[in-house]
């Protein structure tokens, strides 16, 4: 498994609870923050399965 991949499910679930820390606190600044790292570790999974999938010849 490429790196990127894991990388980007820890980012991915750090950013789902600094949503929900800032949904719950009312800060809005934290729940955006969370949603954009969320999404960062969207990408970064998806660039560690084209990598995974370029190694095997897909």
């Known amino acids: ?3 990127n991949r894991s990388e980007g499910m820890k980012n991915q ?3 789902t609870a ?3 820390v800032g949904k719950v606190t009312g ?3 934290k ?3 969370g949603k954009a790292q969320k999404t960062a570790g969207k990408v ?3 660039v560690g ?3 995974d999938d370029a190694r095997k010849g897909r």
């Open 44 to 46: 970064q999974s998806a």
């Open 18 to 20: 600094k949503e929900v």
């Open 31 to 33: 729940e955006v923050a």
């Open 49 to 51: 399965k084209a990598n």
């Open 1 to 3: 498994m490429d790196k």
């Open 13 to 15: 679930v750090k950013g």
């Open 27 to 29: 800060n809005t600044t």
